[in-house]
């Protein structure tokens, strides 16, 4: 057990490995920093970080050491005294800022980090009012294409160096460097060679300043206007967790937030730029109904007890002619309430799992100079596309104790041995979308069809009733992960037209009164299945909770 | 001390062949004969230990105490580096004796590398220095042929390679661990410390890193005893701790206004008037010196009133300055202006910052376009304040930044302030122009 002392007060950080930013942390103190990041490498160039450092002997006395030190290379030992606001660091502090403002353009009214930039908050609370400068600025040239997903403002940065940290140390495929000496510093790539990996745009999260920006999010929206929520990302199933930036129903960007038991700091870039479907404009804004071969418009308060009875009175006939796809996409409170809606039609209802979309093979970072992944492993984007298979199949395995493939109901459908089928689909565009054509058609024949998606599909062109689907980005509940950790996603911003969360229409479905609060149908869901019952309490936290599972152990 | 004999330079004064033969006749690699045959490693840093050799290359640390620092019992490999990055402005004592008494700096590695158990050395020349990779290598290549490098180094179980490397001209390239890093292929970026090169240098091994001139004392100190060392020099301060005294011969440059610039060699301690006066020849067309740098330009600047200093290890601090550095001396005459030395010193260090640590990166540009402006006749009276803090604030001493050169490029600045503040002042207020200038004018 080692105590530190921040500012005269003591704390305890236990056994941990920590440097004194680290331990101030702790102390609720925040010791400003640009270079150091707790997943790079410590290189101690930026001095932000000078503290004042010295040692409490066990018998009260202190000797403090006579220089400023940077907390980021500094170990915190038992009886470390760290000193933040004494004149003499306060005085470090401030000299670095105004050295890194020496050159900085100050250009905040046009920069896109402004309003989340460090430069503009260490300045604000450690740095001096005004420079001292009346000379010339350096104006090194802008570099719009360092790659597809990124551009530099050359005269922002502050040479931190993260970036070049990050391409060397985790995605490792080393694209950025250092060209020029001295004032002259300057990020660059070699000619020729893009900072073009599937992990890229993570330098402008890293940036602590405006210089690389995202040329997705490049000028869209001042980021004062956006609303942030914690969520998760649905493109793979690794479900990295993240900021989710919205203002009213768009999407402005995704961001990954630190979670050591998903992903840990970062995101690729296919998650982060693949949110642009939520802001479609083809997405399905109503419920319809399709009369005399045309799609038109039904309020949900018709649509909704149509399509109620027309399930009752199929289930009755032939019960095991009804079919339910439940897609990855969807929360495990959602699958969870279809698959009880169809399930009270009858007990021989089956449930099927959605096409379970698969691309290539898990892909791992660091690589080589030659794209040959190297160990350790610090970041995987995984092959399967989804976020939830294994919540939905929990689910399923719940309510039917198998899990029957999408493959096996289109196979019976062709065979005229479904009756009727809903398909909680919820799928986002993809290459090749989520059902081929030939699979469509053998689907053609079923007397009743409801579509219930985000984006018109082969099915939807058939489908009897095509109900609007919510995106992740607009509803909340609960993804499981490839690992089994169980994460809480929240609505980011509210959907269009009169699209409804799905999981509001399946609570309708179930004539079950009031609007979908998530953790309360978490707790059911932990009381009722038992592989959710880690849940019980409802809420996930920061983290999300792992659930232990002996099938994968 | 007009008596003095000289040792580094014996050979190069005679105008002696660097060939091998030649350097036997001389008594060449009889210290390596006596070392391998007759003293086992710990002796030899033993002897080196009590000599009090301190490192030549600028910082003045203790060498035998230095190799002491390597890991007991390390499987290897331990590698020896040594510092001919000689880049530090008027400074060329290690060039000289490269070039025309290879063999004496060779020996001198040998010697240390079998000290240090270490089985690789790599002498990291300056880009500039080709003249002195041609002769060392032609050496180098001579003590191959005889069985003095390579496997089983006169019949022993020694075995030791010397590899040449030339980095591509950078100053921050001689800072040891910046050094390590363009020596691993890297950007000469220095490192931070811990862990120290002792511990984990080259290619993650134990490694020394010794001056050009240091090692060349090695081969003198074996051959002739630790007590012929110590019998130059001064001993230690004994109001001073910390001093470990200045023991031995030392290269000094002198370079500037002088009649006769050049590298003598004289035990340590000498007097900077006395250097001047007598082995420089005296100030240029009769001229009186306006001040002088005493050991390279990082050190800071002396006014002619300080010139009575001695330049061994502890002197020059006594008078503001930052150390003796390599003891090139450089000296201006009255007419110099101190605007332009102290410009010319901004911009090189301006130039050669490496750009790591935020102070210096962008102290060392802004101090330059102060003085580009006081220059330019546009300066203010604040400016001087402005300098002395920054110069002040960044470096090691203070914490600042991650290696010396920062110390290096605000320590001429705030000696300059302080101790000719009057003449900025009165440049500032245009009294008084650079004569420079006036010249660019003519033109």
């Known amino acids: ?553 | 001390m007009a008596d003095f004999e000289p040792v580094l330079l014996r050979r190069i004064l005679k105008k002696a062949s660097p060939w091998l033969d030649a350097y036997r006749a001389d008594g060449g690699y009889r210290a390596l004969q006596k070392a391998v045959h007759e003293m086992t490693p710990a002796q030899v840093v033993d002897t080196v230990k009590t000599s009090g050799l301190r490192g030549r290359g600028g910082a003045g640390f203790p060498t035998g105490l230095k190799w002491t620092f390597l890991p007991k019992d390390h499987p290897g490999p331990i590698y020896m580096c040594i510092n001919a990055d000689e880049s530090e402005p008027c400074t060329f004592n290690n060039r000289i004796l490269m070039e025309e008494d290879p063999h004496q700096v060779l020996e001198g590695i040998i010697l240390s590398c079998y000290a240090t158990r270490a089985s690789t050395a790599y002498v990291y020349l300056r880009y500039e220095y080709g003249r002195s990779y041609r002769v060392m290598q032609q050496a180098i290549d001579e003590l191959y042929n005889n069985n003095l490098l390579g496997r089983n180094i006169l019949g022993r179980d020694f075995h030791l390679d010397i590899y040449l490397h030339r980095g591509a001209a950078a100053y921050i390239c001689g800072e040891e661990t910046a050094l390590l890093e363009s020596l691993e292929g890297k950007r000469g970026w220095p490192r931070i410390k811990p862990p120290f090169p002792a511990v984990e240098g080259a290619f993650r091994k134990p490694t020394v890193v010794n001056n050009i001139e240091t090692v060349a004392c090695v081969t003198h100190i074996v051959d002739r005893g630790a007590d012929w060392f110590k019998s130059m020099g001064v001993p230690p301060d004994p109001k001073n701790p910390r001093d470990t005294g200045s023991y031995g011969p030392k290269l000094y440059c002198i370079s500037g206004h002088v009649n006769k610039p050049g590298c003598v060699e004289l035990p340590l301690g000498i007097t900077l008037r006395e250097l001047i006066d007598k082995y420089g020849g005296g100030v240029w067309k009769g001229r009186k010196a306006k001040g002088a740098i005493p050991g390279g330009i990082s050190m800071g600047i002396m006014t002619e009133a300080e010139f009575d200093t001695p330049l061994d290890f502890a002197g020059p601090a006594k008078v503001g300055c930052l150390g003796l550095g390599t003891a090139a001396v450089t000296v201006f005459d009255e007419e110099t202006s101190i605007v332009d030395v102290l410009y010319n010193i901004c911009r090189f260090f301006a130039h050669e910052s490496c750009g790591q640590c935020t102070p210096c990166r962008e102290g060392t540009g802004w101090m330059l376009k102060i003085m580009e402006r006081i220059r330019r006749g546009q300066g203010r009276l604040e400016d001087l304040n402005i300098l002395e803090v920054a110069g002040d604030q960044m470096g090691i001493i203070p914490g600042t930044t991650i290696c010396g050169l920062a110390d290096g490029a605000g320590w001429p600045v705030k000696n300059a302030i302080r101790k000719f503040r009057g003449e900025f002042e009165q440049y500032i207020r245009g009294a008084k122009k650079s004569r420079l200038l006036e010249l660019v004018k003519t033109h």
């Open chain 1, 1 to 553: 057990m080692a105590t530190v002392y921040v500012n005269g007060k003591p704390v305890d950080i236990g056994n941990e490995k920590l440097n004194l930013i680290q331990a101030a942390q702790k102390a609720g103190v925040l010791i400003p920093h640009y270079c150091w990041h707790p997943a790079l490498t410590v290189v101690a160039s930026c001095r932000m970080c000078l503290v004042e450092v010295g040692e409490r002997k066990p018998d009260g006395s202190i000797t403090m050491q006579p220089k400023v030190v940077p907390a980021c290379q500094t170990p915190a030992k038992d009886g470390t005294v760290i000193v933040t606001n004494s004149n003499k660091a306060k005085f470090a502090q401030e000299q670095t800022l105004e050295d890194l403002l020496l050159n900085h353009p100050l250009d905040c009214p046009v920069c896109d980090k402004a309003g989340e930039c460090l430069l503009q908050d260490y300045t604000f609370n450690f740095g001096r009012a005004q420079s001292r400068m009346i000379d010339e600025k350096n104006t090194p040239p802008n570099k719009p294409y360092i790659g597809n997903n990124v551009t530099l403002f050359t005269d922002r940065c502050i040479m931190c160096s993260r970036c070049v940290r990050f391409t060397r140390e985790i995605s490792g495929t080393a694209e950025l460097q250092i060209i020029n000496r001295g004032h002259h510093s300057e990020i660059d790539i070699f000619p020729g060679e893009p900072l073009n990996n599937k992990l890229a745009t993570n330098v402008v999260d890293l940036c602590p300043v405006g210089a690389l920006c995202s040329k997705d999010f490049l000028y869209k929206q001042r980021v004062w206007n956006l609303k942030t929520r914690e969520s998760v990302c649905a493109d793979c199933s690794t479900g990295c967790s993240i900021w989710l930036d919205g203002n009213k129903s768009i999407v402005y960007r995704l961001r990954p937030r630190y979670n050591p038991q998903a992903q840990g700091h970062f995101m690729c870039d296919d998650g982060r730029l693949g949110y642009h479907y939520v802001n479609s404009i083809e997405r399905f804004l109503q419920p319809m109904v399709r009369r005399d071969g045309k799609l038109t418009p039904l309020p949900w308060t018709e649509i909704l007890p149509t399509i109620r009875q027309a399930f009752q009175s199929v289930a009755q006939k032939d019960a095991a002619g009804v079919v339910g796809v439940l897609s990855p996409f969807l929360t495990c409170e959602e699958a969870y309430l279809i698959a009880k809606f169809l399930k009270k039609l009858s007990g021989q209802v089956r449930l099927a799992l959605g096409p379970v979309p698969i691309l290539g093979a898990d892909d791992t970072y660091p690589k080589d100079r030659r794209g040959r992944p190297i160990q350790p492993v610090k970041f995987t984007i995984r092959a399967e596309k989804c976020p939830n298979r294994r919540g939905v199949e929990e689910i399923l395995r719940y309510f039917q104790g198998e899990i029957i493939s999408f493959e096996q109901v289109v196979h019976d459908a062709a065979e005229g041995r479904v009756q009727a089928m809903y398909l909680a689909a919820g799928y986002p565009p993809r290459p090749g979308g989520w059902i081929s054509e030939t699979q469509a058609q053998m689907l053609q024949h079923i007397p009743l069809i409801v579509c219930h998606d985000l984006l018109p599909s082969p099915v939807s062109n058939f489908a009897h009733y095509v109900l609007p689907g919510a995106s992740w980005a607009e509803k909340e509940g609960t993804f499981v992960n490839h690992a089994g950790l169980a994460q809480a996603i929240h609505w980011g911003v509210v959907p269009t037209g009169q699209i409804r969360t799905d999981g509001q229409v399946f609570l309708d479905l179930l004539e079950r009164r009031g609007l979908l609060h998530a953790p309360t149908l978490r707790k059911e869901l932990a009381a009722e299945v038992p592989y959710f019952a880690a849940l019980a309490r409802g809420d996930l936290g920061e983290y999300g909770i792992p659930l232990n599972d002996e099938r994968s152990a």
